[in-house]
Nanobody, 121 residues
Framework: QVQLVESGGGLVQSGGSLRLSCAAS????????MAWYRQALGKQRELVAA???????NYADSVKGRFTISRDNAKNTVYLQMNSLKPEDTAVYYC???????????????WGQGTQVTVSS
């Protein structure tokens, strides 16, 4: 059974930094894209950043220059380094992985349980 486990959320002051981690496990054959999404209270879930298995990245305009996504393919883990945090970055952050389970012929999306990031002003 595939599991994505996130860690690293918390409370930080405006201008501070946090690093999120998400480790995928459970019968994984290959992971294509790994991504971070976030959902603020009362808002829709939005893409924050994504990274392919080859290392190509994509960022939301609101986080460009402040957040950096990276991954360790050997550990099936994706990271999100968040610098210069702002109160508007407050949200639940979710990890997403588009991956092949070794019993599947097609890739599927799997989600983590979410981790709260709160930025105080």
């Amino acid at each position: 059974q595939v599991q994505l486990v996130e860690s690293g959320g918390g409370l930080v002051q405006s201008g501070g930094s946090l690093r999120l981690s998400c480790a995928a496990s459970g019968g994984i054959f290959r992971i294509n894209v790994m991504a971070w999404y976030r959902q603020a209270l009362g808002k829709q879930r939005e893409l924050v950043a994504a990274i392919t298995s080859g290392g190509s990245t994509n960022y939301a305009d609101s986080v460009k220059g402040r957040f950096t996504i990276s991954r360790d393919n050997a550990k099936n883990t994706v990271y999100l380094q968040m610098n210069s945090l702002k109160p508007e970055d407050t949200a639940v952050y979710y990890c997403d992985a588009d991956l092949y389970h070794y019993l599947d012929y097609v890739s599927r999306h799997y989600w983590g349980q979410g981790t709260q990031v709160t930025v105080s002003s």
